[in-house]
């Protein structure tokens, strides 16, 4: 049987570091934020206190690392089921899941959530430059996607406009993701298909813009 191959330090401290963070995320989900410090994450991941300190200075710096690392994790995600979309683009299934994935990632972790979101609008806040961030990552490639799905964006308007879109999109995915995690929308199914129904807005401004585009301008 051959031996396992013996970690480098620099993997050995890679994992200890993801214990960290695991265990900083399980705490903050199933305690809350007052109760996530350096003692406690460092005692549930099974590591010794002075060791939190080789990758963490402290609880701001650990909570703003795991923003960090969850928010890269939404990004991804949502950039996965966004590409599968564009490829079938009259898939509404597919539509579907771009819905539902950001849903799925903010109920399982509904405490970071609602963090983030009242980290947002504090600049004192160790989430706060991860949400804002994360935001406008979100806008960014929401307006890249209808830009390939042929919304218009020839003019510094059509560009504003596809930005109130994205941020319209973002705004209602996170109240209704609050109107889940608090029991008032408890079927998740439904809440994606009410996503999928505002999307007819956009649509038809889409159409419009069409319609109104000279004879031989008018996108196929």
Request: a neutral charge.
């Amino acid at each position: 049987m051959a031996l396992a191959r013996r970690l480098t330090r620099k993997e050995a401290k890679e994992v200890t570091r993801r214990r960290l963070l695991r265990a900083a995320l399980e705490i903050l989900n199933e305690k809350g934020e007052t109760d996530v410090s350096a003692s406690t994450v460092s005692r549930a991941a099974g590591i010794a206190q002075p060791s939190f300190y080789e990758h963490f200075r402290n609880k701001n710096d650990l909570l703003r690392a795991l923003g960090d690392e969850l928010f890269s994790v939404m990004r991804q995600a949502l950039g996965d089921v966004r590409r599968s979309a564009l490829e079938e683009p009259t898939d509404t299934e597919r539509m579907r899941d771009q819905f539902r994935r950001p849903l799925e990632v903010i109920a399982a972790n509904p405490a970071w959530f609602r963090l983030a979101l009242r980290a947002r609008h504090l600049t004192s806040s160790p989430l706060g430059d991860s949400s804002r961030e994360m935001i406008g990552n979100t806008r960014y490639d929401i307006v890249e996607e209808l830009i390939q799905r042929g919304y218009p964006h020839d003019s510094p308007a059509d560009v504003r406009r596809l930005q109130m879109i994205a941020d319209g999109y973002i705004a209602l995915t996170e109240t209704l993701a609050l109107g889940h995690l608090s029991g008032r929308y408890p079927d998740l199914d439904e809440v994606v298909e009410m996503l999928l129904l505002f999307t007819h807005g956009p649509r038809d401004y889409r159409t419009s813009h069409e319609a109104a585009a000279p004879a031989g301008e008018q996108e196929p």
